[in-house]
């Protein structure tokens, strides 16, 4: 179904797409015999207009995922009306642009810099704001994506104690783009195993794994959260390599 979903263009749309997408998440909680409310559902509006997010909003939608920091920045003030819509920053986040983080957004899921987070905790404590962030690790090995190694999370999580206004919610990965979900879940396998090692130190760390293609798997190994953009909103009018990392 990648790139072929059909775009959402109406409320109704929205609705049902939504409905469609917790029917997938509730049937995948039965099959790994966990609790739905342990899951949540992160909508993804990267590359989406304004008026199709106000339909989203319409719709349900209340914490939208972005990818790019000026993107969603602009989003942000286009729909400042909207005072109940919060936005979770979910790609790369280059340094220079930390101070917008730090004004706008209520959740940012790619931390995997020590100068990043220590600019972003400054940056926070001007703006008299916390920040809830989880910590993206590179399961896959992909030269191509942005992350920790997984042999790097514990002492950077020890780093990032010092920074109060930062708020360690859990860790995020990308599975490895594959249509073998064999290697798909092997990713997911990886951070579930590294968060539970840092239980003793850290509890329970959220993990946040899996978007429209593979949440399904993603959910049998124990995510919390799941980002979906083109099962809810339709398919993209850009290439998938347009959201690989490539900074800001």
């Known amino acids: 179904m990648h790139n072929r ?53 319409q719709a349900g939608c209340k914490l939208l995922g972005e990818n790019k920091v000026q993107e969603a920045w602009g989003k942000s003030q286009a729909m400042s009306d909207l005072t109940d819509l919060r936005w979770s920053v979910i790609g790369h986040l280059q340094s220079n642009k930390a101070k917008l983080v730090a004004r706008f957004a ?32 590179n399961t896959s090995a992909e030269p191509s994506k942005y992350g920790l190694v997984p042999e790097q999370v514990a002492d950077f999580m020890v780093q990032l104690s010092p920074l109060k206004n930062l708020r360690v919610m859990g860790l995020m990965t990308l599975a490895e783009f594959s249509s073998d979900a064999d ?31 593979d949440f399904e798997i993603a959910i049998e190994e124990g995510a919390n959260v799941v980002r979906v953009g083109q099962a809810i909103f339709g398919a993209r009018s850009l290439p998938d390599d347009h959201f690989w990392p490539t900074g800001d």
């Open 183 to 213: 290697r798909v879940r092997a990713c997911f396998i990886r951070l579930r195993k590294l968060r539970d090692g840092l239980a003793d130190v850290y509890g329970h760390l959220q993990l946040s794994m899996g978007m429209s293609g």
């Open 5 to 57: 979903w059909p775009r959402a263009e109406s409320v109704q749309d929205f609705i049902d797409n939504l409905a469609a997408v917790q029917s997938r998440i509730d049937a995948a909680c039965l099959r790994a015999g966990r609790d739905v409310s342990d899951v949540r559902l992160l909508p993804v509006s990267k590359t989406m207009d304004e008026n199709h997010i106000r339909l989203a909003h």
């Open 106 to 137: 209520s959740e940012f899921q790619a931390l995997d810099s020590l100068n990043t987070a220590v600019i972003l905790d400054r940056r926070l404590q001007l703006e008299g704001r916390t920040l809830e962030v989880f910590v993206q690790v």
